[in-house]
């Protein structure tokens, strides 16, 4: 996995570069001591895993990690064990409290391999599984794709609307149509993704489900025609 460190402090940087250097599947691809200089890197480059601070001068990791767009797998790291939770909502893979032992250090980076891996057999079989992994609530929760009737985007989180429940892992609604088997769900405006087998009608501005109308947006209603009814409508 490709890794960058984000960090102020160049003794801390050295003992995660150290660490880094006792597994073989981290590659380190870059240090920096503060966010703007590993946002210019991260734009131009393929990063798996982010080793970020917490308290650093100008940007804090935290106002850093809210404003990043799909954001790669993070482990804080940090003295000040009060920003744990925080971490958590912005769903980062572990939280390292500094002087890091490498025994920690190993059960996160196993960790982050383990995600890594799930993504990419995910990606990979993404039209053949029947399920798939959020992380909500502090635990990795199982959601069977049929089970899902629809997916609403707000700020920061998205709601995943089930029969029984709904579940508001801190992603947004961009990252998560990509990791979807696109057979099954539809983006069908700037808030929204449908499940396609639980649509009743469709008429020109609105899609009803099993339990919910919305709306169909004007940018997504020529592909949604073309990819969900066309293809499947009875020809006379």
Known sequence: MK??????EPLAREGIELNIKEFDFLELCGQFHNAITANSFLAENEVDLIFLDIQMPGITGIEWLKNLVNPPMVILTTAYPEFALKGFELNVVDYLLKPIRL?????AVNHAKEIHQLKNNKNTNKEEVDYTYVSADRKYIKLLYNDIIYIEGM????IIYTEKNKIMPAMNLK???????????ARVNKSFIVNVNYIQSVDT????????EISLGRTYKEDFINNYIRKNLLKR
Do not use: G
């Not at 700020?155 to 998205?158: A, E, I, L, M, P």
């Open 3 to 8: 890794c960058i460190i984000v960090d102020d």
């Open 103 to 107: 025994n920690r250090f190993m059960q």
């Open 155 to 158: 700020k920061d989180y998205v």
């Open 175 to 185: 990252t998560i149509m990509k990791q979807l088997p696109t057979s099954t769900f």
């Open 205 to 212: 501005d609105f899609i009803t489900l099993k339990n919910k």
